[in-house]
């Protein structure tokens, strides 16, 4: 077939055989239509165009018509299925509510309720202190642990700063600096824990507010019933 298009274009120079171009670079339905139109009209009488290529060649635009075909009906039914996820992972978030959650983040809440802080030591550590910050990353509130064998530890934050105050309710971030017997950091895992009291659905999926503070549900680490 190219063979024949290629002496055409030799003794018809005007001829326009070029396909509309397609953002994809693809040739589309109606772009092979033109090219095939052209090619049955422009062919040379005395050598006519191989039966055999073509069916080949139509064959071969049949199957990448169907494979495209099948392209578009696999992405459509992809997104249905993650608007499904999605909803069905909504509607069980809000089953959690009420239930005692722990979180590994860095993030705390402050609601006006003793909030539990967890950490674990990869190692045993020479000393551990524990450190809370505000928004402004200023530290509130220090806690010297001591020397602890590897493991993990729960603390209870009362929401006051060094002083004795009262903070403001809101989300404070956590800081623990462990050190080995040759001085050397120990990598820690920082926890907390506390009712899930609401749960709020945004673009970023459900979000589970617990002591004020609000975490993605791939932070969750165990749930169980409240005691």
């Known amino acids: 077939m ?3 298009i290629n002496r055409t274009q030799t003794t018809a120079p005007n001829a326009n055989l070029t396909p509309p171009q397609r953002n994809e670079r693809q040739l589309g339905k ?6 095939l139109t052209a090619q049955l009209r ?4 005395l050598e006519p165009m191989n039966n055999e290529q073509f069916v080949a060649q139509l064959a071969q635009f049949s199957q990448v018509e169907q494979l495209v075909t099948m392209k578009n009906l696999l992405e459509q039914q992809i997104q249905t299925n993650l608007v499904l996820s999605q909803s069905i992972t909504n509607l069980s978030a809000a089953s959690l509510i009420g239930k005692l959650a722990t979180v590994e983040s860095a ?3 402050w609601n006006g309720s003793p909030t539990s802080i967890g950490y674990q030591l990869a190692l045993p550590a020479k000393s551990v202190t524990v450190r809370i910050k505000d928004s402004s990353g200023t530290v509130v509130r220090t806690f010297s642990q001591g020397s602890q064998p590897s493991g993990t530890y729960w603390l209870t934050w009362d929401g006051r700063d060094d002083n004795g105050n009262i903070l403001p309710q809101g989300t404070y971030t956590v800081d623990i600096e462990a050190r080995a017997g040759d001085n050397s950091p120990i990598q820690t895992t920082i926890f907390s824990r506390g009712t899930i009291e609401a749960v709020r659905f ?9 002591n004020g503070a609000e975490y993605a549900l791939g932070e969750i680490v165990e749930i169980t019933a409240p005691a």
Do not use: M, S, T, V
């Open 2 to 4: 190219a063979e024949a």
């Open 107 to 109: 993030r705390i809440g």
């Open 202 to 210: 945004g673009e970023n999926g459900a979000q589970l507010r617990i």
């Open 30 to 35: 109606e772009e092979f239509l033109k090219l």
């Open 42 to 45: 422009l062919q040379n009488p």
